[in-house]
Each structure stands twice: as C-alpha cells, then as structure tokens.
T-cell receptor, first 113, second 111 residues
Framework: DTGVSQNPRHKITKRGQNVTFRCDPI?????LYWYRQTLGQGPEFLTY????????KSRLLSDRFSAERPKGSFSTLEIQRTEQGDSAMYLC???????????FGPGTRLTVL | AQSVTQLDSQVPVFEEAPVELRCNYS??????LFWYVQYPNQGLQLLLK??????LVKGINGFEAEFNKSQTSFHLRKPSVHISDTAEYFC?????????FGTGTSLTVIP
C-alpha cells in the first residue's frame, strides 16, 4: 500500500464552477478526514467519516461544501459555486478505528480565478 | 473549542545546533498530542505522539517532545539538527474526535 492518495493534485477553476476532489485512504482504514489548509496556517478540520457514516460535519465551511464516502472506501469532497476564498490546499487523512495518529495524503491545491 | 498556539512562526538555526519548537494548547481535558512535519510540496508526516504514560516521547528523525500538563505545553526538541530537517512543523491536539492544528513553525537549518 502506497499511502493516502488524492486526485487531482492541482485544480484551477473559474469562480462559480463546481469542483470535486477524490481521496483514497490506506486500505482498511475506517476513518477518513478532510481538512483545508491556507497559506501560513495549519490544517483546518472540515469533516470525518467512520466507514460510510459522516460523524462530524458541523465544521464544513458552508452549505456549498459536501463530502461523501458511499462505500466506506474512497471519499469525495465537492465545492459548489466556488469563490476565490475557497482557494487553498485540501488535505485528506485516514486512520484505523481507535488509531491515534492520521496518515495524510499529498493534498489537492485549488485555485479559483 | 480547543486552540493550539505555536508562538514561533519561523525558527532559523545552524546545522548541528539544538532546537526547540514550542507548542501550547488551551485545555488539558482528555487531549492527545501530536507533532507533524510537512516538507515542501508534500503531505503531513507524523513525527511523534503523546497518548499516555511517560511524558517524554521519542519520534522519528531524532526528535522528542515533552508533555507538561501543568503548563499545557508539548514542546518539540532535537539536540542536533540537520539540513534535511528544514520543513514546516505543526503541533496538533486531538480532543472529542477532532484534531486542532497550530499555525505551524517554519524551521530553517542554516549550513
């Protein structure tokens, strides 16, 4: 297993467009997390899944943000009607249930023009 | 809500010198503590973690950190840094199933 993967690595889009990012966690990791990281800041927690159940989503930045993990394996993060302020690095991490310490993917860098 | 403070945004240090990166958090109630390192254009990598037991924890690449409950601190140390240690370092706290990260400290090792 090569770790957590994220696609695409870079995404440039125009304001108002929808974008979707994919995260493939480490095999058999039950937990999957999404973060946003802006320049000069640490990762900001957005949401997490235990298998296919989304257990915390109150910290998603707005109703334009949504995440899914339909089969408990890969996950997608969608941003609708993108705004320039959405430009950031979006990080995904996974961990086994009860495992304390996450494994991070390389991130998807979003640029909204 | 939990907050994590990394007071030093940038730390320059000469090669083979010791270094300490500071981290303080706001609440000591049922927290787990972590340090992550992020190399340029890469994802975050776990350096070490404190879950329970000995307050001095050792991690990869010769780093160690000490949990101080009374001071709500978890400072990261290395006795002798190498050029390859140049990176961004993040302190993180896990509480209530949520991770809270500090703003990061940029460590630059000078030859």
């Amino acid at each position: 297993d090569t770790g957590v993967s994220q696609n695409p690595r870079h995404k440039i889009t125009k304001r108002g467009q929808n974008v979707t990012f994919r995260c493939d966690p480490i095999s058999e990791h039950n937990r999957l997390y999404w973060y946003r990281q802006t320049l000069g800041q640490g990762p900001e927690f957005l949401t997490y899944f235990q298998n296919e159940a989304q257990l915390e989503k109150s910290r998603l930045l707005s109703d334009r943000f949504s995440a899914e993990r339909p089969k408990g394996s890969f996950s997608t993060l969608e941003i609708q009607r993108t705004e320039q302020g959405d430009s950031a690095m979006y990080l995904c991490a996974s961990s086994p249930t009860g495992g304390l310490g996450q494994f991070f993917g390389p991130g998807t860098r979003l640029t909204v023009l | 809500a939990q907050s994590v403070t990394q007071l030093d945004s940038q730390v320059p240090v000469f090669e083979e010198a010791p270094v300490e990166l500071r981290c303080n958090y706001s609440s000591s109630v049922s927290v787990y503590l972590f340090w992550y390192v992020q190399y340029p254009n890469q994802g975050l990598q776990l350096l070490l973690k404190y879950l329970s037991g000995s307050t001095l924890v050792k991690g990869i690449n010769g780093f160690e950190a000490e949990f101080n409950k009374s001071q709500t601190s978890f400072h990261l140390r290395k006795p002798s840094v190498h050029i390859s240690d140049t990176a961004e370092y993040f302190c993180a706290v896990l509480t209530g199933n949520q991770f809270y990260f500090g703003t990061g400290t940029s460590l630059t090792v000078i030859p």
